[in-house]
């Protein structure tokens, strides 16, 4: 009786070590930052199967997406790789560090240098509402729409309207909504859409399928729109009310679109193909429209810029966090930054103490009020570090969602991506590299006003913090 219970503990001590082994060796090989590593290392030995289940549905990385192999996204790289070859050919107008940025998103994101016929910056609310509707009620041939969140609220169901009756005009309607962030809204909200010959799709659908691929926790945060190939949208707007409402209230956000029209659209364009073919829509192809040819005829005035994706499965994941570090740490004079949610990794939080210990002027607008309390206090717990190093901290009295970085006069993005490490590492975001001192003053316009509603963080006002508030930043 005793050698068998040896013999069965022995059984178990030995498929517990075989079960650390196996386990452990596919987080490792994933060769991920190393405390995400530890992370669910320490979870695989301490919630033994619990552990592992949660790490093959949440934590592993999703399978190189097969819209990678869309037309429209190797068309796109052609065109980076190329600009790649010829860096001598950059403008002339641009200046060192802009190179420099423009030569780390044709590497990092294949994101070619492209120019925008017209560029507008749209605050959230009845302006981005009436340009959107504009633009949509003028499409002739297709229209894309790609949202993180789509509500069945007065403004979702305006729209979906609005799309229905062009679908019926013979437009080629498509939208995109991240499952996730889409959650609650019924299918039957797309029944006409569908009827008037429109489609619709999920991102990352929260089932089996997209458990095993381990999709369910990299979610698309992706906020964009492409018209006719040659007006679109991009920045931090949702079709909700709280972003798109017709009136001005509390409840409405502050936050950000900017129009585009031009060359620059195809890069917008291109991004959507890649993720309906991801999400089963099948190849996105424009009849009756010569070969999709990027930047063959490239317009010879407008704003220079990049369309900058990233995501999990992309061969440099935090192509974007990496030029958001690469523009901060290049800036000499001013980095003002707008953003809901500042979670920084510790490459970011260096990167934007050592611009204030240098001179730059750093200054950070965030929402004093927050929809997510618990982020809203993260990120307070930065605040001390980051005011010790010299940056100036704003909080907006309401919910403000703006997404954007200035630097100096003439650099700037607008996008989909916050300041942490969720956007960086985990979704997949997009986001807009100007080049234009015309974009760079209309948005540093844009920053001071809201400043002027904004209450200063000061290290005294930190200084006065309760222990229980320090304790609920520092969880």
Request: charged fraction near 20%; hydrophobic fraction near 45%; include cysteine.
């Amino acid at each position: 009786m005793a050698d068998s219970l040896y013999l069965d503990r022995w059984a178990v001590e030995l498929f517990f070590v075989l079960y650390l082994l196996v386990s452990i060796g596919f987080v490792v090989l994933e060769r991920r930052q190393p405390r995400t590593t530890l992370a669910w290392v320490l979870a695989i030995i301490l919630l033994p199967g619990l552990g592992l289940v949660a790490y093959w549905v949440l934590g592993r990385r999703p399978y190189r997406r097969r819209a990678r192999r869309s037309r429209r996204r190797r068309e796109a790289a052609n065109v980076a790789r190329s600009q790649v070859e010829h860096l001598e050919r950059l403008p002339a107008e641009l200046s060192v560090p802009e190179r420099g940025l423009v030569q780390l998103a044709l590497r990092s994101a294949a994101a070619p240098l492209a120019r925008a016929a017209a560029v507008e910056l749209l605050p959230a609310g009845p302006p981005a509402l009436a340009s959107l509707r504009a633009a949509i009620e003028a499409a002739r041939e297709m229209v894309h729409l790609e949202f993180y969140i789509w509500r069945d609220d007065h403004t979702g169901r305006e729209m979906t309207r609005l799309l229905t009756q062009r679908a019926r005009a013979g437009v080629k309607v498509r939208v995109l909504c991240d499952q996730l962030g889409s959650f609650g809204l019924p299918r039957a909200h797309f029944v006409e859409l569908l009827d008037a010959g429109g489609e619709m799709a999920f991102s990352n659908p929260l089932q089996i399928p997209s458990l095993r691929g381990a999709r369910a926790n990299f979610r698309n945060h992706r906020k964009l729109v492409a018209v006719d190939q040659c007006v679109g949208f991009v920045g931090g707007l949702n079709i909700a009310d709280e972003y798109l409402g017709e009136l001005h209230t509390e409840s409405l956000w502050q936050d950000l679109f900017v129009r585009l029209e031009g060359e620059a659209v195809l890069g917008l364009d291109a991004i959507f193909a890649a993720d309906w073919l991801d999400a089963g829509g099948g190849p996105v192809e424009q009849e009756g429209h010569p070969p999709f040819a990027f930047g063959a005829s490239p317009a010879t005035t407008g704003a220079w810029l990049q369309i900058i994706a990233s995501g999990p499965d992309a061969p440099v994941e935090e192509a974007i966090a990496a030029q958001f570090n690469a523009a901060i740490a290049s800036a000499h004079s001013r980095c003002w930054i707008a953003t809901p949610y500042l979670v920084p990794g510790e490459p970011l939080k260096l990167t934007l103490a050592t611009a204030a210990m240098r001179g730059v002027d750093v200054r950070l607008l965030v929402p004093g009020r927050t929809d997510q309390w618990l982020v809203s206090m993260a990120s307070a717990s930065y605040y001390d570090r980051l005011l010790a190093a010299g940056c100036r901290i704003y909080e907006y009295p309401q919910m403000m969602h703006s997404k954007y970085v200035i630097v100096d006069e003439s650099m700037a993005t607008i996008g989909s991506a916050n300041m942490d490490i969720r956007s960086f590492h985990l979704n997949y975001e997009v986001t807009a590299m100007f080049y234009d001192r015309g974009v760079n003053a209309d948005l540093a316009e844009i920053f001071e006003g809201d400043l002027v509603q904004a209450s200063r963080i000061r290290p005294e006002d930190r200084a006065n913090l309760t222990p229980g508030r320090r304790l609920i930043e520092a969880i």
